[in-house]
């Protein structure tokens, strides 16, 4: 781990005496605490040996004696399409990835995280996978693969990867087969194909919709050219859902874990961990509150209870890789049934939204960090945090100010509010994960022309709905105009605005100030001080627009100030703060730790 030198000090600690005015508003004598709450012809031995697949190799994770490590990480979500091209197509590759390693150390994360990077034909940016256990040519080979896990390992960073378990894409060889088989086959029952409705079957098995948008079925021709069955797909068209009551689809995601463990993968983010199982009877849906991209606890498409067994035969597999771990994309907003899938023969961790989808508004955030804590509580499950990812958008512009008259952003103070809650994200207890351009202050690009726009989301709404684009544009690096480095190709997969120039890496490397000067510090003082040791908060009492916790064990005090007026600090001596001090009082939008 990278040790971040005094120079890079966000915010020095004004000199201090320990203490705080008597009229102090933070009152930590009102702290309350979470604690309670086919045969072959025959081929010569030369054809054989060279058709024969070559073994994986055989590589551990990179410490297998740490079987806790991801219940106080900080994971670094690599979205590769965007992070870093050596090959000059303007698209991000593996090569990329371990060119800037150094990069990754020197930021101090623990892990990184890897969007899927599977062979795929691209219909949503690798989440429909053709074939589970190759990379896609787009971003390298196998062999740049293991070269990427062995360089992380030597700067102790470990790596996990995405896992796409609920469907395939539809040029999967399974699903080709299906295609291409009859009603009722062994091929069809991989995947859910059923009769239509209606005296010809030409209606929908049911009234499912796609969360991207439109119908969740699609009627296949049969082999004599006639209209046949149709077959379920709760994302795009292209990713058909697989049947996990077919006990071929297990298997094969056993080979699948075990392929990538071999390689010393560290673990998987698992997609779409609350779907995969459906209900027998696949029931009408009600469409009143069906949204884009959304779904509730009642919603039939997932959080249906057979999932469970699904993650008891995952874990499995894990547990025979000490030092891997999994993460789980789970969108159960019922803490009950959020815990069930933490219970300690399922995942080891799952994401919590609730502090990305909180609004800067102290009440708000407190109640998600409640919730939150709560929701892992009964089944002693470790919570995580996150603000962004690649389906969020960026939070420097979801907490930015629109002018009430022209409806433009206060990016400025988007970022101010962004590195408040950087520093309060930092001080909770638990595992974080980061998106890629976060620690650059990086806003949502939400201006792209049309005729770029690549999210499925975009066409499948009828180009109402723009998609997840905006916060999926390119990484810059150094340079004063696009690409910034990030390839040398002008032509990038997603156009880069000209008015990142002051965000680049460069930019901000050397800048005490910047957004990434700041993430490095937090990182750093999370790693090495021993006072954000323990598992609960302490709140305090707080004034209005304002919160304050303690950690439980090591005291690290942390205060967020969302209202309009400076406010006190608490009593400690100041360690970090995201924007400087006003009067020795914490600024709007400001935030600090204490100790």
Same mark, same amino acid.
């Given at each position: 781990?990278?040790?971040?030198?005094?120079?890079?000090?966000?915010?020095?600690?004004?000199?201090?005496?320990?203490?705080?005015?008597?009229?102090?508003?933070?009152?930590?004598?009102?702290?309350?605490?979470?604690?309670?709450?086919?045969?072959?012809?025959?081929? &010569?031995?030369?054809?054989?040996?060279?058709?024969?697949?070559?073994?994986?190799?055989?590589?551990?994770?990179?410490?297998?004696?740490?079987? !806790?490590?991801?219940?106080?990480?900080?994971?670094?979500?690599?979205?590769?399409?965007?992070?870093?091209?050596?090959? %000059?197509?303007?698209?991000?590759?593996?090569?990329?990835?371990?060119?800037?390693?150094?990069?990754?150390?020197?930021?101090?994360?623990?892990?990184?995280?890897?969007?899927?990077?599977?062979?795929?034909?691209?219909?949503?940016? $690798?989440?429909?996978?053709?074939?589970?256990?190759?990379?896609?040519? #787009?971003?390298?080979?196998?062999?740049?693969?293991?070269?990427?896990?062995?360089?992380?390992?030597?700067?102790?960073?470990?790596?996990?990867?995405?896992?796409?378990?609920?469907?395939?894409?539809?040029?999967?060889?399974? /699903?080709?087969?299906?295609?291409?088989? !009859?009603?009722?086959?062994?091929?069809?029952?991989?995947?859910?194909?059923?009769?239509?409705?209606? &005296?010809?079957?030409?209606?929908?098995?049911?009234?499912?919709?796609?969360?991207? %948008?439109?119908?969740?079925?699609?009627?296949?021709?049969?082999?004599?050219? !006639? *209209?046949?069955?149709?077959?379920?797909?709760?994302?795009?068209?292209?990713?058909?859902?697989?049947?996990?009551?077919?006990?071929?689809?297990?298997?094969?995601? +056993?080979?699948?874990?075990?392929?990538?463990?071999? =390689?010393?993968?560290?673990? /998987?983010?698992?997609?779409?961990?609350?779907?995969?199982?459906?209900?027998?009877?696949?029931?009408?849906?009600?469409?009143?509150?069906?949204?884009?991209?959304?779904?509730?606890?009642?919603?039939?498409?997932?959080?249906?209870?057979?999932?469970?067994?699904?993650?008891?035969?995952?874990?499995?597999?894990?547990?025979?890789?000490?030092?891997?771990?999994?993460?789980? +994309?789970?969108?159960?907003? &019922?803490?009950?049934?959020?815990?069930?899938?933490?219970?300690?023969?399922?995942?080891?961790?799952?994401?919590?939204? =609730?502090?990305?989808?909180?609004?800067?508004?102290?009440?708000?955030?407190?109640?998600?960090?409640?919730?939150?804590?709560?929701?892992? #509580?009964?089944?002693?499950?470790?919570?995580?945090?996150?603000?962004?990812?690649?389906?969020?958008?960026?939070?420097?512009?979801?907490?930015?100010?629109?002018?009430?008259?022209?409806?433009?952003?206060?990016?400025?103070?988007?970022?101010?509010?962004?590195?408040?809650?950087?520093?309060?994200?930092?001080?909770?207890?638990?595992?974080?994960?980061?998106?890629? %351009?976060?620690?650059?202050?990086?806003?949502?690009?939400?201006?792209?022309?049309?005729?770029?726009?690549?999210?499925?989301?975009?066409?499948?709404?009828?180009?109402?709905? =723009? $998609? =997840?684009?905006?916060?999926?544009? *390119?990484?810059?690096?150094?340079?004063?105009?696009?690409?910034?480095?990030?390839?040398?190709?002008?032509?990038?997969?997603?156009?880069?605005?000209?008015?990142?120039?002051?965000?680049?890496?460069?930019?901000?490397?050397?800048?005490?100030?910047?957004?990434?000067?700041?993430?490095?510090?937090?990182?750093?003082?999370?790693?090495?001080?021993?006072?954000?040791?323990?598992?609960? #908060?302490?709140?305090?009492?707080?004034?209005? $627009?304002?919160?304050?916790?303690?950690?439980?064990?090591?005291?690290?005090?942390?205060?967020?100030?969302? $209202?309009?007026? *400076?406010?006190?600090?608490?009593?400690?001596?100041?360690?970090?703060?995201?924007?400087?001090?006003?009067?020795?009082?914490?600024?709007?939008?400001?935030?600090?730790? #204490?100790?």
């Amino acid at each position: 781990m990278t040790t971040v030198s005094d120079e890079t000090d966000v915010v020095p600690a004004e000199p201090s005496d320990g203490g705080q005015p008597e009229d102090v508003p933070f009152d930590d004598g009102a702290i309350e605490s979470d604690v309670d709450a086919l045969d072959e012809p025959a081929a &010569d031995a030369a054809t054989v040996a060279e058709n024969v697949p070559v073994a994986p190799p055989i590589v551990p994770q990179l410490d297998p004696s740490d079987t !806790s490590w991801w219940k106080s990480a900080v994971f670094y979500q690599v979205y590769p399409r965007s992070f870093s091209d050596l090959n %000059g197509d303007g698209v991000g590759d593996l090569t990329g990835v371990i060119d800037k390693l150094g990069y990754l150390e020197l930021l101090g994360i623990d892990a990184i995280w890897l969007s899927p990077i599977m062979a795929s034909p691209m219909a949503d940016h $690798g989440y429909d996978v053709s074939d589970p256990r190759d990379i896609d040519p #787009l971003f390298g080979d196998l062999d740049v693969f293991d070269d990427l896990i062995a360089e992380a390992h030597e700067r102790d960073i470990r790596v996990t990867m995405d896992l796409v378990p609920n469907h395939t894409s539809d040029q999967h060889e399974w /699903f080709r087969a299906a295609l291409a088989a !009859s009603p009722g086959s062994p091929e069809r029952e991989r995947y859910i194909f059923r009769d239509g409705r209606g &005296d010809d079957g030409d209606e929908p098995p049911n009234n499912w919709h796609s969360i991207f %948008g439109g119908p969740a079925w699609t009627r296949v021709p049969e082999a004599d050219g !006639s *209209p046949g069955q149709w077959y379920l797909h709760i994302f795009a068209k292209e990713q058909p859902d697989l049947n996990w009551e077919n006990p071929d689809v297990f298997a094969d995601l +056993e080979t699948t874990l075990r392929f990538w463990l071999d =390689r010393g993968v560290d673990g /998987f983010r698992i997609d779409v961990a609350h779907g995969m199982a459906k209900p027998a009877d696949l029931p009408d849906m009600d469409l009143s509150a069906t949204k884009l991209l959304q779904n509730s606890d009642d919603d039939p498409r997932f959080n249906n209870y057979a999932v469970h067994e699904i993650h008891r035969k995952i874990r499995k597999v894990l547990d025979e890789y000490p030092g891997a771990a999994n993460v789980g +994309e789970i969108w159960v907003s &019922d803490n009950e049934r959020f815990a069930e899938y933490l219970r300690p023969d399922e995942l080891h961790l799952g994401f919590n939204f =609730r502090l990305a989808k909180a609004p800067f508004e102290s009440g708000a955030i407190r109640e998600a960090i409640e919730n939150s804590l709560d929701a892992v #509580l009964s089944v002693s499950g470790t919570p995580t945090w996150t603000l962004s990812n690649h389906d969020v958008a960026r939070e420097v512009t979801r907490y930015a100010a629109a002018d009430p008259d022209t409806g433009a952003l206060d990016l400025e103070r988007g970022t101010r509010r962004a590195r408040a809650m950087l520093v309060v994200e930092m001080a909770l207890p638990g595992t974080v994960f980061l998106y890629n %351009g976060s620690e650059l202050g990086l806003p949502n690009v939400d201006d792209l022309p049309d005729d770029a726009l690549q999210d499925p989301v975009w066409e499948r709404s009828g180009r109402t709905e =723009r $998609g =997840r684009d905006g916060c999926r544009v *390119p990484i810059p690096w150094e340079g004063t105009e696009p690409p910034f480095g990030f390839s040398t190709s002008p032509e990038t997969w997603l156009p880069m605005p000209a008015s990142w120039q002051s965000l680049t890496v460069e930019a901000q490397l050397e800048d005490v100030g910047s957004m990434l000067s700041l993430y490095r510090a937090a990182i750093d003082l999370r790693v090495t001080r021993p006072e954000f040791a323990g598992e609960h #908060l302490e709140w305090y009492g707080a004034p209005e $627009g304002c919160l304050a916790f303690r950690r439980s064990e090591g005291r690290l005090v942390c205060a967020l100030n969302t $209202g309009e007026v *400076p406010v006190p600090l608490p009593p400690g001596e100041l360690l970090l703060v995201s924007s400087p001090l006003v009067d020795g009082m914490l600024a709007p939008d400001a935030a600090a730790w #204490l100790v």
